[in-house]
């Protein structure tokens, strides 16, 4: 059988942009209830940078790098970052299960996922990042985003706890 990821373990989730729609409040709000049951949670929010409809490159580079900025604030020397980017490694569920159970030991006492904004992720925060995911090859919201990363913690706990959910 195998072993259940202490529960004393802290897994922060620092996502750029603010949650404005109550259904997805009441659907992140949901997640860490049932999250809370196997490890400690938290989201942190950092403001987004406004995007001209017309930036170019190089302004588009300076917000990303502004936004993270913002996130390399909150994160600790000893965090394990994930980074939740486009064109990264993919896991099915099973899979993610065993990441993070994995990412839970390296990572000590804490382990953090970071999702960007709208322009996603700066090279500052790639290059902190211990690893590195994809949900998809779909492009989702960061609300959207916020919302899938916690039904998928919360899956891969049940599936480590050999629970019936996540079929």
Do not use: W
């Amino acid at each position: 059988m195998m072993s259940m990821v202490v529960t004393v373990m802290k897994i922060r989730i620092i996502a750029v942009g603010k949650i404005k729609e109550k259904y997805f409040s009441d659907a992140i709000n949901e997640y860490i209830k049932r999250i809370s049951a196997f490890s400690s949670i938290e989201i942190i929010e950092v403001t987004d940078e406004a995007t001209p409809n017309s930036a170019s490159e190089k302004e588009q580079n300076q917000i990303k790098d502004k936004e993270a900025s913002k996130i390399l604030a909150k994160l600790k020397s000893n965090d394990y970052v994930i980074a939740l980017t486009l064109h990264e490694q993919e896991l099915d569920s099973m899979e993610f299960s065993k990441f993070l159970q994995e990412s839970l030991i390296r990572g000590g006492s804490c382990v953090t996922f970071v999702i960007g904004g709208s322009l996603g992720l700066s090279h500052l925060i790639l290059d902190r990042a211990n690893s590195k995911l994809t949900f998809s090859k779909l492009t989702f919201t960061h609300q959207m985003s916020r919302i899938i990363i916690l039904e998928q913690i919360y899956r891969a706990y049940k599936i480590l706890s050999h629970e019936p959910y996540h079929k």
